[in-house]
T-cell receptor, first 115, second 116 residues
Framework: DSGVTQTPKHLITATGQRVTLRCSPRSGDLSVYWYQQSLDQGLQFLIQ???????AKGNILERFSAQQFPDLHSELNLSSLELGDSALYFC??????????????FGPGTRLTVL | AQTVTQSQPEMSVQEAETVTLSCTYD???????LFWYKQPPSRQMILVIRQEAYKQQNATENRFSVNFQKAAKSFSLKISDSQLGDTAMYFCAFKRAGGGADGLTFGKGTHLIIQP
């Protein structure tokens, strides 16, 4: 158990819908990262938040957005869903950004299926 | 931008054998970290080993060791005395070092199967 929690574990929805994935980082971790793992794209970095502020963007679609709240939990919002958005979405957390070494601890993931 | 390439989609070895997984990367950065992550059937991402680019000594963690060749941009993982529990997807990953924020860049993965 990494200490990172993600809810829900599984999510099934239809095309065109909007969903929200939730992540709670390890106690004390200020950085939250979101990753998408799909058969087509592999594992790719989406976005990073540090202490409530966006710090880095990866291959995140405009239909996707995220935020980190004052209690440091984060939500990833996916809208106008397409079949290709079906994937495993991971959240990871680390102590701080810019540290000489900050290991990212991964949550168990949320499996999204778009029908 | 950096890229990570794993050229072996799948490998299969007998239990107790030694196996080496390959990884090459491309970057213009001088300071960075390299990682190997394991993803068993449970889908949990588990850090196996890491290497700082400024360190010449290869990292070792019990049965796992790396061969880091900075000039060749190569970062292979050697698993000694392989065990059934080593069966998993293995991902090579890159992260820039320094004060900038950034996520991990992953390779496509190698599916390692340990046969009894």
């Amino acid at each position: 158990d990494s200490g990172v929690t993600q809810t829900p574990k599984h999510l099934i929805t239809a095309t065109g819908q909007r969903v929200t994935l939730r992540c709670s980082p390890r106690s004390g971790d200020l950085s939250v990262y979101w990753y998408q793992q799909s058969l087509d794209q592999g594992l790719q970095f989406l976005i990073q938040y540090y202490n409530g502020e966006e710090r880095a963007k990866g291959n995140i679609l405009e239909r996707f957005s995220a935020q980190q709240f004052p209690d440091l939990h984060s939500e990833l919002n996916l809208s106008s869903l397409e079949l290709g958005d079906s994937a495993l979405y991971f959240c990871a957390s680390s102590v701080e950004v810019g540290a000489a070494w900050d290991e990212q601890f991964f949550g168990p993931g949320t499996r999204l299926t778009v029908l | 931008a950096q890229t990570v390439t794993q050229s072996q989609p799948e490998m299969s070895v007998q239990e107790a054998e030694t196996v080496t997984l390959s990884c090459t990367y491309d970057t213009s950065e001088n300071n960075y970290y390299l990682f190997w992550y394991k993803q068993p059937p449970s889908r949990q991402m588990i850090l196996v080993i890491r290497q700082e680019a400024y360190k010449q000594q290869n990292a070792t963690e019990n049965r796992f060791s790396v061969n880091f060749q900075k000039a060749a941009k190569s970062f292979s993982l050697k698993i000694s005395d392989s065990q059934l529990g080593d069966t998993a997807m293995y991902f090579c990953a890159f992260k820039r070092a320094g004060g900038g924020a950034d996520g991990l860049t992953f390779g496509k993965g190698t599916h390692l199967i340990i046969q009894p």
